[in-house]
């Protein structure tokens, strides 16, 4: 595999940004880790799903570059399971260009999504446009009862603790907290979540909502009512 080299090194970057590279094509892995250091950015390599998780539980790495297919595991699943206990930009970097991958990546907590073969130089630029979106003013919040929402940065919290979304969870809460105590009909959530108009007989709305109540405290100060044969409404727990 042709991969393009970097440009002259840029030390733009104030901290010690730490890397790490979840590859088990050493070749590439090894690449990886030089061109990166070219920035003074501090890298490791883990070949496997249980290396990369050890690895990831034992120090705070700032992005992890995280491939699909592994020897031991899925890569997709390896960066839901991440989610749950490192704040760190995940970006998949893989072979694997279908649109069916890119999205389960995004809604399984992926920042950012890259194909090889690619230029070094976009990997760079998508990893600094992760870390300014996360590294900067959190901008405006929505607020309901215990609930907080950035919508810029896509972040949630229930009475200070950080809800761990897919983009589809995050955009369905989204849309519900900007419409407390209204009823929306699964065709509103839809469009609003999603962009799109509903057609057919998807149960994204079913499946997506099941999950994000599963996020929310049980013994919090919302919850999400259905109103039978009409849709969904997010109201306060005891109201």
Known sequence: ???ASAAQPRCSMDELIQVLIVEDHREIARWLKAE???????????ETVELA????????????????????GDGIALCRRMRSFTNAAIL???????????VRALDDGADDYI???FAVEELLARIRAVLRRSGGDRGPVVEFQDLRLWPEERTAEQ?????????????????LMQNPN??????????QAWGYDFYGESNVVEVTMRRLRDH??????VNISTVRGVGYMLRAAHE
């Open 1 to 3: 595999m042709c991969l």
């Open 53 to 72: 998780v050890a690895m990831a539980r034992r120090h705070s790495y700032t992005v992890i570059l995280l491939d699909i297919m592994l020897p031991d």
């Open 182 to 191: 209204r009823v929306l009909s699964r065709e509103q959530l839809l469009e």
């Open 159 to 175: 009475d200070g603790q950080p809800l761990n979304l897919s983009r589809r969870e995050f955009s369905l809460l989204s849309v």
């Open 115 to 117: 194909v090889k073969p």
């Open 216 to 221: 929310l405290q049980r013994d919090g100060k």
């Open 92 to 102: 998949m970097v893989t072979a694997k260009s279908d649109v069916r991958d890119r």
């Open 36 to 46: 990166l250091a070219h920035y003074h950015w501090r890298a490791e390599i883990a």
